[in-house]
């Protein structure tokens, strides 16, 4: 059978244009039906499948028979694929490709916009869109098409990245047109993500923000979807509901925010396909437990250039440790089993995608999970596998043939078929001309050597024997025609035209000398082409191991030790010998004491005691060192991820910080070498009613959730004065409402009043009987409503901001009007003024030591502020709001001490005991007695000198910082840097493009953080 | 108790019952001759004198002694301080800080602390001083009696000026009202404004020419200074002249390795004549390059973060330990957020450096006389020693330690100075609300 060229088949695919079954022809019909039938295959079926001499039918852009048995019928066009490989194309479950990206929204004035700028029947946020559908956005676009088949792929999903709810992606070949054809499926899965993208509507402005609006908006569409009369229609939850039954795909940016979303899916019953950041495997026993499936991209972060030593030292140990370890992540997910397609989404070239992919396979990565990650995956994935993904009878006729393994570096990827037409970057049957060839030209014999790659041979010419460099020919293959032409000294340029013909491979034909003479030639092939061997793309020493990650993934993290492996091994006990103890109860300060720390608790205070043979006990000598209960900080924003305000609304009380703890946040490891282990992590104080607070302890090293204070009370921020008017916020923020202290008052009336009747309705559905319920339907539930109502119902308590004492009369009156406690009065700064009302309501009081001067309101600021409220017997606490301060809060506490004589025993209360009684924590935290959790400070000298240092802070029996670690894990970073520096520079002389650090500082927040961040590092 | 004492504090627990709530008076000159003995005294140059007899007089120190074998004469001293148990500093200087200039920082017409434009060296801290700001007494009844005040902001901010605090206005209170000049050098990146808030900090696209401008703004003030009789004045450079002579210093904001290292390189190249780097976060890696340049460090608040996330967690309260171990000249400031109210933690600052590394001398010295040699002051101030002004307190107790720290009296050249302040008066108005007193 002849052998035909595809190239001749490309021009028949032109005339097919427009072949839809609906659309008139301007001319005759020219539909072709024929058979195409790829015979002597290595046919790779599936990802675990592969049949050798085998045969892949397909006719009218469909999979008729894959099998080593195949009959292929007459009429087909039989090409042969001896040697050559044939894989189910590739599907990259995460694109955007041919849907326009949205334009970046202008905000109409400079002041902030609260409301939603989208004319028509839709939702009120800018920023939840799943009225967004992809497939009416799609239009084929031939260059990115062409840039994706030439990495193999086929099919793609394909999404208008933007906003918090995005709408629905549709599944698209990767055919150049027409568009009707190559949308495989319409919408096809619903998309998500935490980054509200062009809105330029205020809210959500934080990360817990989209979060909670995320949240919201399921619970909208519940009721929506449920109330049996509509009093409006809202396009947006129209599509929201619709779209609930298909694959749905959140989009995330970090680990810690893949574990938030599966949390939202949890509560909402979905099931999330996440496609992650790249850093998963920092935090992969947590990845795993989400039991979500996942799309990782394979965009690694480029090296340093880090020659010079000032720009190194700019770049921190996690980002030269994720360079090193980012290609780990996809086979650490194949390691664990967990269910993961890849994407050439957020790489910056996509041409990267196999250099990235080979990169991730040496570093453990298998190449069937691989393989499988290309094709079943992501088809299963989005409910296409019975489309794509594999080859068989009845599918997509989506291929590609290749030289060999599609793995190994040198393979060659022929072509990509796409819906049954060849897309051909080398043509499979074209010659392959290179080699060595005797070449005679008129009357001269040459060695012609061909060698590059296959479909770009390079030619050299070497006129004797001896001739070591070869005068450059250049070569040029069009189907069977060729061109040679090459320059001799004192010859001029001789050009050679010709043909060529296989078994044995000869190229022959006509040429012309500088003089204009013709001569004959032929180039008989004397010795084929020997490929080189591979040559590696990396210069990296040694390969990074999932063990190696450092928990958290920074310096000061540690790698995850034997015994916390072994999780049902016991905590090893601590004896503290002859200290002093600050006991913060009636025994107060005890000398020549022993302290027993068992099972993460207090359990002895004795003179001696005594530790039995053969108990697993640390015994640590503490002569000479005082010790205390840890510090608590009752007023902290460290450790919270992108934003501590959502102050798009007056109420923002469903946003929770809860959502957004970040476990990798150094401040947690330089407080805890101040000796603190808990703290509240409070919401800004941007309104009136801020977000839920989180109460963690600092177990540095630990996942967020586990570093949360199990079982404790809820709480929430509540803040007055200038930054809820937004005194000094400019010009431009003078339009939400409250602009005055007057206005603050009206906006708590209304909340609370309103979260009265709507908690008196929601009880009211809840007593009704099951078969009244469905009847009456459930009333939409608001979780800015809940939190105000869980106030009222003394399940949730006000931290609240404040400095004047008329602010703070008027909402203690607020309270008692309307049935709720304020908690504590945090900064407080006035409180001296007030501190009979709150002693009257039994308010406690949270301030600074010495802070003034810094706004209008804090001009009658004093120092003795706690010793006035200690005095008037207040429970009273110094707090931070500073993650600086807050290391030194031991220090803080002695200015009570200083300024109004405060006893030296009662001034470590205000950071220790107190707080734990400000946050209801008392019965487990802030004091030295048996049976209390064993959160305790060991400090070099009375804790509340400047001179003091904390040596060994424990939390819940285990040492989290200790003086004497701290340097072994200090020399630990110095070598680690060093090591992966000297890989950097080795990555750079090997060729590699490198980037130039820059200075990175994180944000730190105080209350007064107002701007939005949560999109910025 | 010394009836003197008894007296002085019954006089003072009277007056304040009828005080409003203003500035206390400023001291008059002192007229009759004082002696401190008993106390520790802690000099300030390092040493200490555990029974000290500290006599001044017409507000200069006259006598700096070990009590146990001073003979004195009974009527040698007109008043005699009986400070037993206490201890004895000279008075704490507050360096590059904005004290005065900013009474309320988020209230704009209260700020004089930033003029318009890059380069202002004309502008002066000193004649903008509000002597009767509400902060400064809280400054004092901590020990800190002297401020070098400066202004922010642009490139080169203005001249700074080094004043006591106490005094009826700027002029009574200026020690050096012309101290030196302060810039800032130019920064490698900046965080971006955007819509939306802060951005992620970005390459600085006019750091070359910050750097040009600057140059040539010094090449031109150096040609400049060369005459005496310029054919036009021109009040910049009028300025800068006495930079090149040595009479001012430069003072240069200037915290990373590389931002010091230009900075030093560019002072030496138009021969200013005293340079010092205000901030120095990484100062204590390019030791020799200072010590061979002779150039001080006003080290940027101790009380800070590390700069980056994997330096050392005490590192800010080391680094003074490390500069002087390497010989640098360095004394502290408070510079950062709300640096101007802050300074009364000065002292705390001083503690910290003593419990990473110093010894408490040495700490004191950071706060006193090393500022005074930076400033070019110490001939007269800075230390308790003869032939210098008697500007010193006494505090109860550890003055480095806010547990001990308890100052009760103090004096700036030799004038007794009222230790209140107007959050003692709202501590006691409400103390009498409460019946707690």
């Known amino acids: 059978m002849k052998r035909l060229t595809l190239i001749t088949l490309i021009v028949c695919t032109c005339f097919a244009a427009f072949s839809q079954e609906t659309f008139?022809?301007?001319?005759?019909?020219?539909?072709?039906?024929?058979?195409?039938?790829?015979?002597?295959?290595?046919?790779?079926?599936?990802?675990?499948?592969?049949l050798a001499n085998a045969t892949l039918l397909i006719k009218d852009g469909l999979i008729v028979e894959a099998g080593a048995v195949v009959k292929v019928p007459k009429e087909a066009v039989v090409y042969d694929m001896k040697g050559k490989t044939i894989y189910p194309s590739f599907i990259d479950p995460y694109t955007s490709y041919g849907v326009a990206e949205p334009e970046k929204g202008k905000r109409m004035a400079l002041s902030p916009q609260y409301e939603s700028a989208k004319k028509g029947a839709y939702g009120w946020n800018q920023a939840v869109k799943p009225e967004t559908e992809a497939d009416k956005l799609f239009t084929a676009d031939s260059k990115a098409a062409d840039e994706l088949r030439r990495l193999g792929f086929g099919s793609v999903l394909t999404l208008q990245k933007d906003g918090i709810v995005r709408g629905t992606a549709t599944f698209v070949l990767l055919g150049d047109g027409p568009d009707q054809e190559q949308i495989l499926k319409g919408q096809t899965a619903a998309c998500y993500s935490f980054d509200k993208g062009t809105s330029t509507q205020s809210n959500p402005e934080s990360l817990m923000g989209a979060i909670a609006l995320i949240r919201q908006t399921y619970y909208d569409a519940l009721w929506y979807g449920a109330v049996k009369t509509k009093k409006e229609f809202n396009l947006s939850l129209e599509a929201f509901n619709n779209q609930q039954a298909l694959p749905q795909i959140f989009e995330s940016t970090d680990k810690l925010s893949d574990l938030r979303a599966a949390k939202i899916a949890d509560e909402f019953k979905v099931k999330y396909i996440i496609k992650g950041a790249g850093n998963e495997y920092q935090r992969l026993d947590e990845i795993q437990a989400t039991a979500s499936k996942f799309i990782l991209p394979v965009n690694y972060p480029m090296a340093f250039d880090v020659e010079d030593p000032f720009d190194a030292s700019l770049v921190s140990l996690t980002d030269m440790k994720h360079w090193e370890m980012a290609p780990l992540n996809p086979g650490a997910f194949a390691k664990r089993g967990i269910a993961f397609a890849l994407t050439t989404a957020d790489l910056k070239d996509k041409k990267d995608f196999w250099k990235n992919l080979r990169k991730a396979i040496q570093d453990g990565l298998d190449e069937k999970s691989a393989l499988r990650a290309l094709t079943a995956a992501p088809a299963e994935m989005l409910g296409m596998a019975d489309k794509v993904g594999s080859l068989k009878a009845g599918m997509v006729a989506n291929f590609i043939i290749t030289s060999g393994n599609v793995f190994d570096e040198k393979n060659i990827l022929f072509a990509n078929w796409?819906?049954?037409h060849p897309y051909t970057m080398i043509d499979p049957a074209?010659?392959?001309?290179?080699?060595?060839?005797?070449?005679?030209?008129g009357d001269n014999t040459y060695k012609l050597k061909v060698t590059g790659d296959l479909d770009k041979p390079k030619g050299q010419l070497f006129v004797a024997d001896s001739q070591k460099v070869g005068v450059s020919a250049a070569l040029t293959q069009k189907g069977y025609s060729v061109t040679i032409s090459y320059e001799l000294k004192g010859q001029g340029n001789i050009r050679l035209g010709g043909?060529?013909?296989?078994?044995?491979?000869?190229?022959?034909?006509?040429?012309?000398?500088?003089?204009?003479?013709?001569i004959d030639w032929t180039a008989t092939l004397k010795e084929p082409f020997k490929p080189e061997a591979a040559k590696k793309d990396t210069v990296r020493k040694s390969l990074p191991k999932l063990e190696d990650v450092y928990f958290p993934f920074a310096g000061y993290g540690k790698k995850k030790t034997t015994t916390e492996k072994a999780a049902d091994q016991k905590q090893e006990d601590i004896l503290i010998k002859n200290t002093t103890v600050w006991t913060n109860e009636k025994d107060g300060i005890l000398k020549n004491k022993s302290v027993l720390i068992s099972g993460g608790k207090i359990s002895r205070i004795a003179d001696n005691i005594d530790v039995p043979a053969g108990a697993h006990v640390q015994v640590i000598d503490g002569t000479g060192k005082q010790l205390t209960a840890g510090i608590i900080d009752e007023h902290s924003h460290i450790a919270i991820?992108?934003?501590v305000n959502e102050g798009s609304k007056a109420s923002s009380s469903e946003v929770r910080i809860g959502d957004v703890v970040n476990s990798e946040d150094i401040n947690i490891y330089r407080q805890l070498a101040g000796g603190v282990t808990a703290a509240q992590l409070l919401h800004g104080s941007a309104n009136p009613i801020g977000g839920q607070s989180a109460l963690i302890k600092l177990r540095w090293g630990k996942a967020p959730e586990e570093m949360k204070i199990k079982g404790a009370d809820g709480f929430i921020k509540f803040a007055l004065g200038e930054n809820v008017k937004q005194s000094n916020w400019g010009d431009f923020n003078t339009i939400r409402f409250p602009q005055t202290r007057m206005g603050v008052e009206q906006v708590y009336y209304d909340c609370f009043i309103r979260a009265k009747e709507y908690d008196q309705k929601m009880k009211a559905f809840a007593s009704l009987p099951e078969k009244d319920k469905v009847k009456a339907g459930a009333p939409r539930r608001d979780l800015d409503l809940d939190a105000i109502a869980e106030i009222l119902n003394k399940k949730r308590f006000i931290t609240c901001h404040s400095y004047v004492q008329s602010e703070i009369m008027m909402l203690m009156h607020v309270g008692d009007s309307l049935g709720f406690q304020v908690n504590t009065f945090t900064h407080i700064l006035e409180g001296y003024k007030v501190a009979d009302q709150m002693k009257k309501r039994n308010i406690g009081a949270s301030s600074f030591s010495d802070w003034w001067a810094y706004k209008m309101e804090v001009k009658d600021a004093i120092p003795y502020n706690g010793a006035i409220l200690y005095h008037a017997g207040l429970v009273v606490a110094y707090n931070s709001d500073d993650a600086e301060m807050a290391r030194r809060l031991n220090q803080e506490a002695a200015k009570a001490v200083k300024y109004g004589n405060v006893p030296e025993e009662e001034a470590l209360k205000f950071v220790t005991l107190n707080p734990a009684k400000l946050l209801h924590l008392d019965d487990k935290m802030g004091s030295i007695k048996p049976g209390k959790d064993a959160d305790v400070v060991l400090w070099s000298d009375n804790p509340l000198s400047i001179y003091a240092k904390a040596e060994k802070t424990i939390i819940d029996g285990t040492v989290y910082y200790d003086i004497d670690e701290d340097k072994l894990l200090r020399e630990d970073i110095l070598k680690e840097r060093a090591r992966i520096i000297q890989e950097m520079i080795a990555e750079k002389n090997g060729g590699a493009p490198v980037t130039k650090?820059?200075?990175?500082?994180?944000?730190?927040?105080?209350?007064?953080?107002?701007?939005n961040d949560y999109l910025n590092d | 108790m010394n009836p003197l004492l008894k007296h002085t504090t019954a006089a003072l627990l009277f007056c304040t019952g009828l005080l409003p709530a203003q500035n206390p008076y400023p001291a008059p000159a002192q007229t009759k001759s004082i002696l401190i003995t008993g106390g520790t005294a802690h000099l300030g140059n390092g040493q200490v004198i555990q029974n000290a007899a500290i006599g001044f007089r017409k507000g200069k120190i006259d006598l700096v002694a070990d009590a146990s074998i001073l003979k004195l004469a009974k009527d040698a001293y007109d008043t005699i301080i009986d400070a037993t148990g206490k201890q004895i500093y000279p008075g704490l200087i507050a360096a590059s800080t904005t004290l005065g200039l900013i009474e309320i920082e988020s209230v704009r017409a209260t700020i004089d602390s930033r003029e318009t434009g890059s380069m202002n060296p004309n502008v002066r801290a000193g004649i903008s001083f509000n002597s009767d700001s509400k902060i400064l007494p809280t400054m004092r009844t901590n020990g800190v009696l002297m401020a070098q005040v400066a202004p922010q902001g642009g490139i080169i901010a203005g001249t700074s000026a080094v004043l006591t605090l106490d005094g009826w206005n700027w002029e009574d209170m200026a020690y050096k009202l012309n101290d030196g000049v302060f810039m800032s050098w130019p920064k490698q990146s900046a965080r971006t404004w955007t819509d939306d808030g802060p951005g992620p900090l970005v390459a600085n696209t006019d750091f070359g020419k910050q750097v040009t401008d600057l140059n040539k703004f010094f090449a031109d003030a150096k040609a400049y200074a060369e005459t005496d009789k310029p054919e036009e004045k021109n009040l910049r450079f009028e300025a800068m002249r006495n930079l090149f002579t040595g009479t001012e210093n430069l003072y240069v904001?200037?915290?990373?390795?590389?931002?010091?290292?230009e900075t030093v390189d560019f002072a030496k190249r138009y021969g200013v004549k005293h340079l010092s780097i205000v901030g120095g976060i990484d100062s204590w890696m390019v030791t020799p390059l200072l010590k061979t340049n002779n150039v001080s460090i006003i080290f940027g608040r101790v009380h800070s973060l590390p700069d980056k996330n994997d330096d050392d967690v005490d590192l800010p309260f080391k680094t003074p330990y490390l500069l002087h171990q390497a010989g640098i000249l360095y004394c502290l400031n408070q510079e950062g957020d709300q640096e101007y109210h802050q300074n009364r933690n000065l002292a705390f600052n001083a503690g910290t450096t003593a419990a990473y590394g110093l010894s408490k001398e040495e700490a004191l010295m950071s706060i006193t006389l090393n500022a005074a040699k930076i400033m070019g002051i110490d001939k007269t101030t800075g230390s308790i020693e003869t032939g210098k002004d008697a500007t010193l307190f006494i505090s109860s107790g550890d003055a480095l330690d806010m547990r001990t720290n308890h100052v009760e009296f103090a004096f700036i050249q030799g004038r007794k100075l009222d230790m209140y302040n107007e959050q003692q008066a709202l501590y006691e108005r409400y103390e009498r609300k409460y019946g707690q007193k």
């Open chain 1, 641 to 643: 991820s992108n934003g």
């Open chain 1, 24 to 50: 008139p022809v301007n001319g005759p019909f020219n539909k072709s039906h024929n058979y195409y039938a790829f015979t002597n295959a290595n046919l790779v079926v599936d990802y675990q499948t592969t």
């Open chain 1, 430 to 441: 074209m010659p392959d001309l290179r080699g060595t060839y005797d070449l005679k030209a």
């Open chain 1, 499 to 518: 043909n060529i013909s296989e078994d044995p491979l000869l190229l022959s034909g006509k040429g012309q000398l500088a003089d204009g003479a013709w």
């Open chain 1, 997 to 1011: 650090p820059k200075p990175k500082r994180p944000r730190l927040y105080t209350c007064d953080d107002e701007e």
């Open chain 1, 418 to 420: 796409v819906n049954g």
């Open chain 2, 253 to 261: 904001h200037a915290n990373s390795v590389k931002e010091i290292t």
